[in-house]
């Protein structure tokens, strides 16, 4: 927390008396959800007279994105949401849009020869059979993950009332307090063993659920890991026409001005005793600059990352941006499930449409699903397994053709999407700062200890009300202790 600490007195330091007018131009680099919803969450601070650009050397959207097949579009990455992304259900009645509707379908656990766990369409023989194979292990994991979630809600509070944190270990300590940070640095493993989860369960049920999310196994870091095993707990939604609509729809909102370009550099101006940043870009093979007030990064950096953006004139906190991303490729695959490879020769029979796996050595992909288009009429079914159907394969390398030919009886097409997909989260992660200087913010700091679509949301207004407040020289809402009581006080 020192580096935070010394940033602030700088920032005092450097105040001048300019800093009651709103500031003239802000940038955001990347326009998927982080960087769209922190244009959002910017404009509605500084108001509608503040000029936005919002630079994106890829396509709206990020690692929300659709392909198409048979002229139909599929997701291709973030896919769906749980119960308790606030942020996300809020712009999706902001934007008018809807939440797709729900098509019920059964899931199975493949340990590499058999299914090790089916679901079936009784909610009670689904308890009784989780019971009998791991005794109470699973409320057990509902209990951990509803008290993990229960700490975390506290952040909308937070945000509500306008308070900000200059780093990542700053925001975690303030909602869940050492336990969170201490979830950084210990495995899932750990963490549930400890609570009296059984090893069996584990290695079975919570290796499947991650490597589902995140292809990763238990020995990831704790928190990451109940971040994402928040979707046992309710129903999971996607966004009706595609989950990318949230970033164009907010774009589109807020005015902000989207510039096809890839950054290069931020570098630092000094004028009349503040910060201005002149941010480099390339377009259509020329280099450009343009100036502004505040910067915001909305795109992981990490050594070795495709956004490839240095600093100039200052020396950002660089030891932060060390560790590494999973790569991930989903395939849409459109043909007919070999329903043998999973016991089934008679594919009229496979009753699930929804296959997780563990991490057995010979198994070559981390999830397998009969996926739904975007769009979803009233009539819509989901196909049978006997039909040709979509479905969408996760796997660490691209599946090779004798793996194609071992999951699918044929096939018409195979799409691929390789990813640089999550953080590959080791149990000793860094917890980098969302101020990287006077007025630049790095919204994905928050990305190394969990990754979703909401957890980009919610730094994306933690930044934003962070430039707020150091914009306006509130400090007093900057990284403050004992918040609960606080809040509880000013109410
Ligand atoms: C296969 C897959 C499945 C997933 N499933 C889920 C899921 O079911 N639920 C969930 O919540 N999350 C899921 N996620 C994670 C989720 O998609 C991400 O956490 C989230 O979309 C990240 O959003 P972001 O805006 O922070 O980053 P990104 O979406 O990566 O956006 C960063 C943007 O910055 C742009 N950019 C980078 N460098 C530059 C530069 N130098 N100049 C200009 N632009 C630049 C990039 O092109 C990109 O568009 C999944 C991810 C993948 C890959």
């Not at 999407?417 to 994905?444: K, V």
Request: hydrophobic share 45%; net charge neutral; charged share 15%.
């Amino acid at each position: 927390m020192a580096g935070a600490a010394v940033l602030l007195i700088t920032l005092v330091a450097s105040a001048a008396a300019s800093r009651d007018t709103p500031p003239r131009k802000i940038a955001v680099v990347g326009a998927g959800i982080g960087g769209s919803a922190a244009a959002h969450f910017l404009q509605q601070l500084f108001g509608p007279r503040v000029q936005i650009d919002v630079y994106e050397k890829g396509t709206v959207g990020g690692r929300l994105a659709t392909i198409t097949v048979n002229k139909q579009q599929y997701e291709s990455g973030g896919a769906s949401f749980n119960s308790f992304s606030l942020h996300m259900q809020d712009f999706v009645k902001l934007l008018g849009l809807k939440q797709r509707r729900e098509v019920a379908g059964k899931s199975a656990i493949f340990g590499g020869e058999q299914l090790i766990l089916e679901e079936t369409d009784w909610y009670l023989l689904n308890l009784f059979r989780v019971w009998w194979h791991y005794g109470i292990s699973f409320l057990r994991l509902q209990m951990w993950v509803e008290e993990v979630m229960e700490k975390f809600m506290r952040i909308y509070k937070y945000q509500a009332h306008g308070y900000a944190f200059s780093g990542v270990e700053e925001l975690l300590y303030s909602v869940g307090e050492y336990t969170f940070i201490n979830m950084t640095q210990r495995s899932v493993a750990e963490c549930l063993l400890e609570v009296g989860v059984t090893q069996r369960f584990i290695d079975e049920v919570i290796t499947a659920l991650l490597r589902a999310s995140y292809g990763q196994s238990a020995t990831m870091a704790a928190f990451a890991g109940a971040m994402s095993l928040a979707g046992i707990q309710g129903n999971l939604w996607a966004v009706e026409g595609g989950n990318k609509l949230v970033c164009s729809g907010l774009l589109k909102l807020t005015k902000a001005n989207v510039i096809h370009a890839r950054v290069t550099s931020v570098a630092l101006h000094n004028t009349e005793g503040r910060a201005l940043y002149q941010v480099w870009y390339e377009k259509e093979d020329k280099m450009h600059s343009d100036f502004y007030d505040i910067v915001v990064i909305a795109t992981p950096l990490y050594v070795g990352s495709n956004s490839n953006i240095t600093f100039d004139g200052f020396q950002p906190p660089f030891e932060e941006f060390v560790g590494s991303f999973q790569s991930t490729v989903t395939s849409l695959v459109h043909g007919y499930l070999n329903s043998s490879y999973f016991g089934f020769p008679d594919p009229k029979l496979f009753p699930f449409a929804s296959i997780l796996s563990t991490d057995a050595p010979n198994l070559f992909f981390c999830a397998l699903d009969n996926i739904c288009p975007v769009n979803i009429s009233a009539t819509f079914r989901r196909k049978q397994p006997q039909e040709a159907a979509i479905w969408r394969v996760l796997s660490p390398q691209p599946l090779e053709r004798p793996q194609l030919k071992s999951l699918f009886r044929s096939y018409y097409s195979v799409q691929t999407a390789q990813w640089q997909a999550y953080p590959q989260y080791g149990s000793r992660m860094a917890t980098p700062l969302f101020a990287l200087h006077d007025q630049l913010f790095y919204l994905n700091a928050l990305e190394w200890v969990a990754s979703s679509v909401e957890i980009s949301a919610v730094a994306a207004k933690n930044v934003a009300l962070l430039a707020y407040n150091r914009w306006y020289q509130d400090l007093d809402k900057i990284d403050q202790k004992d918040l609960i009581h606080k809040i509880k006080t000013e109410l």
